[in-house]
């Protein structure tokens, strides 16, 4: 018989920081229209799913993966157009990419006050500060520009001198903001940080149409990092980061082997071998997130920020509260998502997925509804 140990001692094993979060939220969407999440609302047309099918019927799931996952490599080289002399690191999500630079720049032992720092816009991405938090890391975030959350080239640079940061990061588009940060601004922050790595965070670049992909022959020590799962490939969790040859081979060190399985490799290099479907639904998407933000434009109870993601955030005026419009187009059957506890730059702020003309009518008609109670 095995006595219930009542105080659960052994839970104080857990670090105490770890103890104190929370665990990463992902609202369940069942029976909703799902508009929280970023993803792409359309599958693969029904003659590419079947030859995907006999694709993956072939894959030897009793094998491990070959490690070099070559044809993946190559497929990837040639959508992003990845320079030459460039390599190309593989991760299980862009936040296994970032758990593997985290681990690459933490020393054995450091307390906060010495620990590597790293550097963030914030509010931003999340994964950022909690990998850092898990490799104990003394993460530094410098606020965006509160009025229209631009990035504060000048902190940024202060911060560098300050702290001398191992690792800077620079999502272009911000996520949950969606704008893209002045790319002479960018540059500036680059230039300045030429003793750090530098990652620019192109996670939503599809709906962008830009990148900072061809300045990998610039800066050796910049690194430009991508997910699939935008494009329409949530569901597989690749993501792949590109930059010189030496940096790439430092953090493929820390890489964990096979970290990409078999089905995910086969999926999508097929996909990424008809690119063109893909990009035909990032242009519907953009070409839908016009329409939805003229509309919401014309509400005077919100403030539409500027965005070149697939997803749209914006702010209610102080006559509505954030916390009662979300619960009230989940009421109606759409989840969207609440930013307004996120960040106090963020307050009041609402986060929208923009999605297929069916659904965006549906979501605009539930915040219509829920403005007007």
Known sequence: MVTKNINQEYLYSIRPEIRSMGAYHVADATGLIKLDAMENP????????????????????NRYPIPTYTALKDELRRYAQ?????????GNGSDELIAILSQAIAKKGAQLSDAVTVLAPAPSFVMYKISGVFNHLNVVEIPLNADDFSLDAEAFIAAIEQHHPALVYLPFPNNPTANLFDESAMRRVIAAAGDSIVVV????????????????????????????????????????????????????????????????????????????????QAAAIRAERAMVCAELAKLPQ?????????????????????????????????????????????????RITISTPQENAAMLAALFASLSV
Request: proline share 4%; charged share 20%; with cysteine.
């Open 302 to 350: 919100l403030r539409v920020y500027e965005t070149a993601a697939n997803f749209v955030l914006v702010r209610l005026d102080d006559t509505l509260s954030a916390d009662q419009v979300f619960a009230g187009m989940k009421a109606r059957g759409v989840l969207i998502k609440n930013m307004s506890a996120a960040h106090p730059l963020l307050h009041n702020c609402l």
């Open 42 to 61: 359309y599958t693969l047309p029904d003659d590419l799913k079947a030859q995907l099918a006999q694709e993956l019927a072939q894959v030897a799931m």
């Open 201 to 280: 965070d192109e996670a939503y670049q599809p709906f962008a149409q830009t990148s900072w992909m061809s300045a990998l022959t610039e800066f050796e020590h910049l690194l430009v990092m991508r997910t699939v799962s935008k494009l329409g490939l949530a569901g597989i969790r690749l993501g792949y980061m590109a930059g010189s040859a030496a940096l790439i081979s430092e953090l493929d060190k820390v890489r964990p082997p096979y970290n990409v399985n078999v089905l995910t490799e086969t999926a999508a290099t097929f996909v990424l071998r008809h690119a063109d479907v893909l990009d035909e």
């Open 82 to 90: 990845i320079p030459a002399d460039k390599e190309i690191l593989l």
